[in-house]
Structures are given as C-alpha cells and as structure tokens.
C-alpha cells in the first residue's frame, strides 16, 4: 500500500499569531514541531490579503522545512514569482477568488487548459512539482494530464459533508476519479474538511492517496488533545504510525 504523507497546513497558526500583531505563537518553531512530532510535510496557503500566512514567511518557512514544503494558491503574478523565488518542493494551484473564505471548488480544466498549460510549465521547468486542486470529475481529470500537471488534490469537502449521512455514496465520485488518475499517470492528493472521523475511509478507498493537507480540524483537535498527540492520531489513521 502507498503511504500517505499527512502535510499540516499551518494557515490556522499564522491568523492567532497575526491576530496580536507579535510573532507569538512563532510559525517557523511550530512547523518545526509538526515534524518533529511526525508531520510529513507542511502547507501553506498565503491569500491576498495575507490573514493567514504572509509572503514574507514564505523563505523562513523553506529554510527549516526537512520534510515537503507545498505552497499552495492562486496563481496571481505575486504568488507566482513568489513561489518561483522559494522553489519549494510542491505547488498546488488553487482557483479561489480573492477574497474567498476558504477554498470551495477545483479549477475548470477544460476552459483553463492553455492558461494553466503556460503556468504548469513555467513551475515544472523551474523544478517544483505541481498539483491542481480538482472536483472529482474524469473530464477534469483527463485534462489536468493534458495540462502537464504531476498530482492533482481533489476538493474533498462535498465529501466530508456528506460522509456522516453515506459514506459508501459520498465516496463514490472520489473513488472512480482516483482510479481514473492512476490509471493515467497522476498523482494524487486530497484536501479539505478531512478530519479524524472522515480520514481512515478516504485512505481505505483510494489506498493510492499520495498526500493529505490537514489544517482546520487538525489545529481545532490540537486545542483539546495538544499538537503532537493530535499529529499522532491523525498518522494513526493513515496507518503510518
Ligand atoms: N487544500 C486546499 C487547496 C485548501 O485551500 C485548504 C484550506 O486552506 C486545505 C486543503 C485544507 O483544508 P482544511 O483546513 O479544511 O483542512
């Protein structure tokens, strides 16, 4: 079976520490806890407005992270010479408008085929790996291959909505459009609203899942179990640890 890493997406933490407007709690320390507690890799998602991490975190970030550092977001030019300028090990292209809550839909691949083409390549030539963030659709599927990309991260919020009512259901577009993937070639990455509930079944389903990025609900269960035992529980529905 393939492991699937479990990225912490430390977005959460930057908005309590920009909240005071001092570096407490400090980002850089507290993704170096995440891998010393067991985190395979640390995400992050700096938006427009920068509520949550800023751009100038970006380097400090890249110059600790041992594991995988995986920025994710919209790729507006900032963002881009950004993320060319840090060279992490992934990007992963967001399609949020800018002052979107949270991230609530995968990109229209077809209609953005030669613009997201132009920008996969630009990425990939400079070394990162890239990632589309997706609605599971074969459609969408077979054309983000076209564009080049190396994973793509299904959008897994429609599933965890509806996980608690029908699992076998809410997993059923997830599970085909994974198979459809590898069969093609793609990586595969999922994100969003995945929580210590959800998890195991989405891993036990597409048992090819690359990577998750966790963030809201790991740092919320973090508040009532602490950060390494949290880190911990979710490894352990992985089955990494
Ligand atoms: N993937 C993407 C593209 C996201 O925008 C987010 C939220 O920032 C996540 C994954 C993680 O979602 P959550 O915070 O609900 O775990």
Redesign the pocket.
């Known amino acids: 079976m393939t492991t699937t890493n479990l990225s912490v997406?430390i977005?959460k933490i930057a908005l309590i520490r920009n909240a005071r407007g001092s570096n407490f709690p400090n980002l850089i320390a507290i993704a170096q806890d995440c891998e010393r507690f067991g985190a395979q890799g640390i995400t992050v998602?700096p938006r427009p407005d920068e509520r949550h991490v800023r751009f100038d975190d970006l380097q400090p970030l890249k110059d600790i992270v041992t594991t995988e550092f995986n920025i994710?977001g919209y790729p507006s030019s900032h963002f881009i010479d950004s993320v060319l300028a840090i060279k992490p090990h992934q990007v992963?292209l967001?399609p949020d408008e800018p002052n979107a809550i949270?991230?609530d839909h995968g990109w229209d691949t077809i209609k953005h085929l030669q613009y997201l083409t132009d920008i996969v390549k630009e990425f990939k030539s400079n070394g990162i790996r890239v990632s589309l963030?997706l609605d599971p659709l074969e459609q969408l599927v077979e054309s983000s291959a076209k564009i080049g990309v190396d994973r793509i991260?299904f959008y897994t919020g429609p599933y965890a909505k509806n996980y608690p009512a029908n699992k076998e259901k809410a997993i059923e577009k997830y599970r085909n459009a994974a198979f459809f993937a590898k069969e093609i070639g793609l990586g595969i990455n999922a994100?969003?609203?995945?929580n210590l509930d959800n998890l195991r079944y989405l891993k036990q389903e597409i048992p090819h899942l690359a990577e998750v990025?966790?963030?809201?609900?790991l740092i919320v269960d973090a508040l009532y179990l602490g950060l390494e035992n949290t880190i911990q529980m979710y490894l352990r529905e992985l089955d990494v640890v």
Not at 191 to 194: E, M
Not at 213 to 217: D, L, Q, R, T
């Open positions: 997406n977005n998602h994710e992963t967001v949270t991230s963030f991260e994100g969003h609203d995945l990025s966790i963030g809201h609900a």
